[in-house]
């Protein structure tokens, strides 16, 4: 993610998820956060359309 346009459609494809509480975008360090309960595997699917996508990590809330 280097520009806004591509952060707006990282955010659009993650959106359509079910379970999504909140998404934040650091184009910074090319990272998404995403918080809630969805499938990780689907997410990582979805983004890899766009782009290299990686979990980092995976787990309850703290």
Same mark, same amino acid.
């Given at each position: 993610m @280097?520009? +806004?346009a591509t952060k707006q459609k990282a955010? !659009? @494809?993650v959106a359509e %998820?079910?379970?999504i509480d909140s $998404?934040? &975008?650091d184009l910074k360090e090319q990272k998404i956060? &995403? &918080?809630g309960e969805m499938d990780p595997v689907a %997410? @990582?699917?979805k983004l890899r359309k766009l782009g290299s996508? +990686? $979990?980092i990590t995976? !787990?309850?809330a703290k």
């Open positions: @280097t520009d +806004e955010m !659009g @494809t %998820l079910y379970g $998404i934040v &975008v956060t &995403v &918080v %997410l @990582t699917k996508a +990686e $979990i995976y !787990g309850p």
